[in-house]
């Protein structure tokens, strides 16, 4: 199964990836992880993706897919994939219907003043990558898997998210369109697994 899943930075659709992956066994390729990777190993490639990051602004899309390609030719990939994070534009779009077909495209829905909400309370695990929110019960200040202090991360500060909201908006309608036909939609303003048990449904109706 190749998926792709779009929503909004805050929308949850990191979650739902790797619940996606749990249940399906395809593995999760996460675009803004691999860029984070590159620009934390401090090459100068990896400098100029770090600026662009921390702004909230769109790395440019040759260099994305590139990094994708290479992603997509690894063996976990054979049996499918879910991409969650690309494509952010009608140009990426177009670059990938050159390389693969698609199955089904996922699209996570919020509103946006609950996106902002929940991103500036959003903390992140510097070790295992997973996410927190300050807001929730319970929360330590550490990570609940690895116990890890959790850090925010530069673009979840408020002006990167409003660039990054605002790059979001610009860019769906078209993404949207380009797919008419293969789209889900979800609304993700209940818990995580509200907003996954549609999925799964319609998931599993597409491996019947
Ligand atoms: P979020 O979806 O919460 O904004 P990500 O971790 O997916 O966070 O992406 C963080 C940043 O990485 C983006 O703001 C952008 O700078 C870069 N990025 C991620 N995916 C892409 C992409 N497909 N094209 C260009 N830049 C990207």
New binding site residues.
């Given amino acids: 199964m190749k998926l792709i899943l779009l ?4 929308s949850g ?2 979650t739902l990836a790797k619940k996606i992956t749990a249940d399906f066994g395809i593995p999760q390729l ?4 691999m ?2 990777d590159i620009a934390s190993s401090g090459s100068e490639l990896g400098k100029k ?1 770090g600026e ?2 921390n ?7 040759d260099v ?1 897919f590139e990094v994708l390609k290479v992603r997509l030719s690894q063996a976990d990939c054979k049996n499918g994939f879910i991409l ?6 009608l140009e ?1 779009a177009e670059l990938l219907s050159g390389v693969t077909d698609i199955d089904a495209v996922i699209s996570v829905e919020l509103a946006f003043d609950e996106l902002e909400r929940r ?1 500036v309370s959003r903390r992140t695990c510097p070790k295992c990558g997973d996410i927190d929110n300050a807001n929730y019960e319970g929360f330590t200040g550490n990570c609940r898997k690895c116990q890890t202090p959790l850090f925010q991360r530069d ?1 979840d500060k408020p002006e ?1 998210i409003r660039t ?1 909201l605002e ?2 908006k610009k860019n769906i309608t078209p993404l949207i369109n380009f797919y008419s036909g293969k789209v889900f939609k979800v609304s993700s303003a209940g818990t995580p697994d509200e907003t996954y048990r549609p999925v799964k449904n319609f998931l599993g109706s597409l491996e019947a």
């Fill in positions: 929503g909004a930075a805050g659709k990191g996460s675009m803004g992880d860029l984070r993706i662009y990051q702004k909230g602004i769109l790395v440019p899309s994305v969650d994070g690309f494509p952010r534009s990426q991103l673009d990167a990054r790059v979001y």
